[in-house]
């Protein structure tokens, strides 16, 4: 059975850089791409970025670029990402999720039960 | 384009047909898939590809595409499908992913 697990919640001030994790299990780490989604409170889900733990391939939302960093450590089927420069508009739920790309479609069967992430000074 | 576009909020009386949509330029090209998402949960993959439903997923749940549309079926809906739902695809490029703004699903 795949579970993703992600860390806890945090707080955190504005300016800081936050990490959140996400280890996996059940399946083949390096077999599928990892991604991450953003849901800020009463907003819908917007798509952060990807990597693929295979080569370390990422591709990120372009609104993010330059403070978004996805990382894939394979010795421990974990997966981070790292936001930097914090600002409140970055509290969020951010999840991990994935599942199978094909030429035609991408789509994520398997997700995290989220990360709760509150920015306030 | 780099959007998927989906109406805000839409209502079905209890057992009844309810289609949710989804439009974009790159669906010309991609399949979107779906998600439903109760309050408090993460989102749960209903239909991927040309029309597929993950195990556990009640049959009641169709999708399908014409152009740059999108749909979501719910063929007989039930209380337990009010939610708030999501279709997914890449963009035009092919490279990045999109989500769209989500529907609100109200069951009457």
């Known amino acids: 059975e795949v579970h993703l697990v992600q860390s806890g919640a945090e707080v955190t001030k504005p300016g800081t850089t936050l990490r959140i994790s996400c280890k996996v299990s059940?399946?083949?780490?390096?077999?599928?791409?990892m991604h991450w989604v953003q849901q800020a409170p009463g907003k819908g889900l917007e798509w952060m970025g990807l990597?693929?733990?295979?080569?370390?391939?990422?591709r990120h939302a372009e609104k993010l670029q330059g403070r978004v960093t996805m990382t894939a450590d394979t010795s421990t089927d974990t997966a981070y990402m790292e936001l930097s420069s914090l600002r409140s508009e970055d509290s969020a739920v951010y999840y991990c999720?994935?599942?199978?790309?094909?030429?035609?479609?991408?789509?994520?069967?398997?997700w995290g039960q989220g990360t709760l992430v509150t920015v306030s000074s | 384009s780099s959007e998927l576009t989906q109406e805000p909020a839409v209502s079905v009386a209890l057992g009844q047909t309810v289609r949710i949509t989804c439009q974009g330029d790159?669906?010309?090209?991609?399949?979107a898939a779906w998600y439903q998402q109760k309050p408090g949960q993460a989102p749960v993959l209903v239909i991927y590809?040309?029309?597929h439903r993950p195990s556990g997923i009640p049959d009641r749940f169709s999708g399908s595409s014409s152009g740059s549309t999108a749909s979501l079926t719910i063929t007989g809906a039930q209380a337990e499908d009010e939610a708030d739902y999501y279709c997914n695809s890449r963009d035009s490029s092919g490279n990045l992913l999109l989500f769209g703004g989500g529907t609100k699903l109200t069951v009457l």
């Open positions: 590809g040309r029309n």
């Open positions: 790159s669906l010309r090209i991609y399949y």
């Open positions: 059940g399946y083949t780490f390096t077999d599928y791409y």
């Open positions: 990597i693929d733990p295979d080569d370390g391939e990422t």
């Open positions: 999720a994935t599942g199978f790309c094909s030429r035609t479609s991408c789509y994520f069967e398997y």
